[in-house]
C-alpha cells in the first residue's frame, strides 16, 4: 500500500513543479500518532520553513494527482506568507514592546517541555506564553523560553502581565443538546480560557448550582453540573485521554473547578 502511495506523491510532486516555482520536494514517510504516512516536504529555496503535505487522504479519495497538486499550491503560498511573517517577528525579536499585543497564554501538561518554557503553576498544570504570528491564512507561534526574557531585559513575571492582559472571547457552545464546551473563537488552544474573568460568570449563567470543569484537551474544556460524580468524571476523562485524545494535546486526567477565581483539582479542593 505504502509504494502505491508513494507513487502516487511522485505524480502530485511532478503536477506541483509544472505550477510552482522554486521549491524542492521530497517524498518521505512520517510516524504520527503510531501511524505511517506519506508526506511531501516541500522547501522553499533560501527559507527555513518546509512544510510537509501529507497525501494519504486524497490517494484513499480517488483524487486525481493534478487536482490535488492545485490544492496545494494554494496551501504552499499560505505557507509562504505565513514564514514572512515569521521571519519579519523573527527579526524584530528584541523589540518587546512591539511583541506585547501577540502573546498568549496556553495551558500545557507539566512534563520537561513546558518546564523548559517560561511558566507559572496553574493547579496542576503549567500556564505558558506563545507569541503569535502569522497571517489571516493561517497562524504560527513561537514559545516563549528564559532565554527571550534575557534579550527582552524583563522579568517572567512582567511577561506573564502583558500576556493575560490580552483578553480572549469565552466562547460556550452546546453540543448534543447536553455538552458544554468551552474554548476561544478559534478552537485553538482554547483552554486557557478558563483563566479569564469573565469564565467564571458566563458558566455560572449555565450552572447556577456550580460546574466541574473536565479537560478535554489542550483546545477546550467540558463544563458539567457540580452534582455529577467526581470519581466517575475522573474515570471518563482518563478513558477519552486514552483512547481518543492524541498525547501531545492532552492536558490531564483531573476535574478541576474554581473556588474563589482560582483553579484547582477537587482533590485540592477537598
Not at 466541574?212 to 467540558?222: A, C, G, K, N, T
Request: a negative charge.
Amino acid at each position: 500500500m505504502m509504494n502505491e502511495i508513494k507513487n502516487y506523491a511522485a505524480e502530485v510532486v511532478e503536477a506541483l513543479k509544472e505550477i510552482t516555482e522554486g521549491y524542492i520536494f521530497k517524498i518521505k514517510e512520517v510516524e504520527k500518532s503510531g501511524t505511517t504516512l506519506c508526506g511531501i516536504l516541500c522547501r522553499m529555496e533560501g527559507s527555513n520553513v518546509a512544510p510537509t503535505i501529507y497525501v494519504d487522504g486524497d490517494y484513499e479519495d480517488g483524487t486525481l494527482p493534478e487536482f490535488a497538486a492545485e490544492r496545494y499550491r494554494k496551501v504552499l503560498e499560505e505557507s509562504a506568507e505565513q514564514a514572512k511573517s515569521i521571519e519579519a517577528v523573527t527579526d524584530s525579536f528584541s523589540n518587546f514592546a512591539g511583541l506585547k499585543d501577540k502573546l498568549k497564554i496556553t495551558l500545557l501538561p507539566v512534563n520537561s517541555y513546558s518546564d523548559s518554557l517560561c511558566h507559572k503553576m496553574v493547579a496542576d498544570l503549567n500556564e505558558v506564553v506563545y507569541v503569535i504570528v502569522g497571517t489571516p491564512q493561517g497562524a504560527g507561534k513561537i514559545a516563549v523560553k528564559p532565554e527571550h526574557l534575557r534579550v527582552w531585559d524583563i522579568t517572567e513575571d512582567e511577561l506573564f502581565e502583558a500576556a493575560e492582559a490580552n483578553h480572549e472571547k469565552v466562547c460556550i457552545k452546546s453540543f448534543y443538546g447536553f455538552l458544554q464546551v468551552a474554548s476561544n473563537e478559534e478552537m485553538v488552544d482554547g483552554a486557557s480560557v478558563i483563566l479569564e474573568p469573565e469564565f467564571n460568570e458566563k458558566a455560572m449563567e449555565l450552572f447556577p448550582d456550580g460546574y466541574y470543569i473536565l479537560p478535554s484537551s489542550r483546545h477546550e474544556v467540558i463544563l458539567v453540573d457540580r452534582t455529577a460524580d467526581v470519581n466517575m468524571l475522573k474515570a471518563m476523562v482518563r478513558e477519552v485521554n486514552e483512547t481518543t485524545v492524541i498525547p501531545e494535546e492532552r492536558l490531564s486526567d483531573n476535574v478541576y473547578e474554581l473556588l474563589d477565581g482560582k483553579l484547582v483539582t477537587v482533590d485540592m479542593a477537598a
